[in-house]
């Protein structure tokens, strides 16, 4: 069974600091990966996504990939109060198959 | 305003009671699916569509129907609801659904969903 797992947390962090979100994936053929965030009562928001080894950057956001140890994960600089949520990590198991990590819950005090 | 609704988005009733929870889109996306969330289980997809009139399972299909007889809607069925189908449910849509080509998926704001 193709699995998507997550610490579920929470991850503390202090305002200001690097929040480090990590996702191990169990299929080697998986070729594209997604970074949710969702604040709770809410439905999930795509933040990031990335389909090549490597790190990709967005803002205060960097998605870094590797395959060939089947982990993805989501950087967050300078964390703010507001970043405060469940981060979902979600991965392309083939056509039209996407699976979510449990998620993991990130807290960031003033 | 490109979005997902869904409705209701509060709902209360009893085991045996049929519901319908209705999904709709305004981006003329092929790709539509539900997903419950339950807490240490994340988010597991139930039924997904390609397009009119071609519905597939998801993960957990089991007390569950779904229709699809126009692009913009997708509602969930439940024929006899039962108390561990108490859940938060997300409707979604996307493009394609070929998630290589880059494409987004948008979530519907949730249906919370009690059976008694």
């Known amino acids: 069974q193709k699995e998507v797992e997550q610490n579920s947390g929470p991850l503390s962090v202090p305002e200001g600091a690097i929040a480090s979100l990590n996702c191990t994936y169990s299929?080697?053929?998986?070729?594209?990966f997604f970074w949710y965030r969702q604040y709770s009562g809410k439905s999930p928001e795509l933040i990031m996504s990335?389909?090549?080894?490597g790190d990709k950057e967005d803002g205060r956001f960097t998605a870094q990939l590797n395959k060939a140890s089947q982990y993805v994960s989501l950087l967050i600089r300078d964390s703010q109060p507001s970043d405060s949520a469940t981060y979902l990590c979600a991965v392309n198991f083939g056509f039209q198959k996407l699976v979510f990590g449990t998620g993991t819950r990130l807290l960031v005090s003033p | 305003e490109a979005q997902v609704t869904q409705n209701p988005r509060y709902l209360i009733t009893v085991t045996g009671k049929k519901l319908t929870v209705t999904c709709s889109q305004n981006?003329?996306?092929?790709?539509m699916s539900w997903y419950r969330q339950d807490p240490g289980l994340g988010l597991r997809q139930i039924y997904y569509s390609m397009n009119v009139e071609v519905t597939d399972k998801g993960d957990v299909p089991e007390g569950y129907k779904v229709s699809r007889k126009e692009k913009r809607n997708f509602p969930l069925i439940l024929e006899s609801p039962s108390p561990n189908q108490t859940s938060l449910y997300f409707c979604a849509s996307s493009l394609s659904g070929v998630w290589q080509q880059r494409e987004t998926q948008y979530f519907g704001p949730g249906t919370r969903l009690l059976v008694l």
């Open positions: 990335i389909y090549s080894n």
């Open positions: 299929d080697r053929v998986s070729q594209s």
């Open positions: 981006m003329n996306h092929e790709y």
